[in-house]
């Protein structure tokens, strides 16, 4: 079984705002679940990156997974999710539970079970950032829960789209969507821009036009607001430096970073950080 675990946290503290149960990534297999329902005391998230399955629950649901999907099942909600006999697919999985995630539940999308398919697609590499650094305090584990309600509530504002589409949801063509995706998980910028416009089809100056009027920013805007997110997170759950973070994400120096932090979030990292 090819699991990597992002986490272990199956023994996680237990905070004033919840439990991180356990969360990790089945990469290129067959996940080992149960033939019949089952029924979970916490919240669960799967989300498929490659490879197909299948989804039903008691309420009669059952719909075909695809990569994109996100599926979301409530605690004590009898269902069932995974691969065909013997096929494989790559899923990023976590398993939550607490006040805080009860409290937010309906806003974050919590309480209706089954898949859903965001577009654009919440950056997968935020949320593993948000999942590998095991929390080295009480404290910091609750800023890792914060930090999960955060991409939630994110996942949750996105257009919703049908499994049946091949492409994003209303507002997005297919090339744009292609570019979010892409974007949105290079947090090193080290995928040039006008590759990602050939990779669409589109001319370069086309594409920036059309991106920035489906998105409401720029390419290059929107890559580095996700990078600053991050660098956010990594500022928030971890105690790496500001120089390693900057090495991390791709600026310059940690005093690039520092100015770009600053000018989107109105404060410094080291007062972000204290705070």
Request: proline residues 8%; glycine residues 8%.
């Amino acid at each position: 079984m090819s699991i990597r675990t992002v986490v272990a946290v199956s023994d996680g503290p237990v905070t004033r705002l919840g439990r991180l149960v356990l969360a990790g990534e089945v990469i290129d297999d067959e996940p080992i679940m149960p033939s019949t329902l089952r029924v979970m005391d916490a919240y669960v998230l799967s989300i498929v990156l490659a490879g197909e399955g299948g989804y039903r629950d008691a309420g009669g649901r059952e719909e075909r997974l695809v990569p994109g999907a996100h599926t979301i099942v409530p605690p004590g909600v009898p269902h069932w999710y995974g691969t065909a006999p013997g096929e494989c697919w790559t899923e990023l999985f976590v398993v939550f539970t607490g006040p805080l995630f009860d409290s937010v539940a309906e806003l974050a999308g919590l309480t209706v079970a089954g898949p859903r398919y965001p577009r654009p697609v919440p950056s997968i590499e935020a949320l593993r950032s948000v999942l590998r650094t095991p929390p080295p305090s009480r404290r910091a584990a609750e800023h890792q829960l914060l930090a999960l309600v955060d991409w939630l509530l994110d996942a949750q504002d996105a257009e919703p789209a049908d499994a049946g589409e091949a492409g994003p949801g209303r507002d997005l063509s297919a090339e744009v969507a292609h570019a979010v995706s892409r974007l949105g998980d290079d947090l090193t910028a080290g995928v040039d821009l006008r590759t990602v416009a050939a990779e669409t089809g589109l001319t370069y100056d086309t594409f920036r036009r059309r991106f920035t009027a489906e998105v409401g920013r720029s390419p290059s805007a929107f890559r580095t607001a996700r990078r600053l997110q991050t660098a956010a997170t990594l500022l928030r759950l971890t105690d790496m430096t500001h120089r390693e973070i900057a090495r991390t994400l791709g600026f310059a120096d940690e005093f690039h970073l520092s100015r770009r932090f600053r000018t989107h979030f109105g404060v410094p990292p080291r007062d972000y950080r204290s705070s």
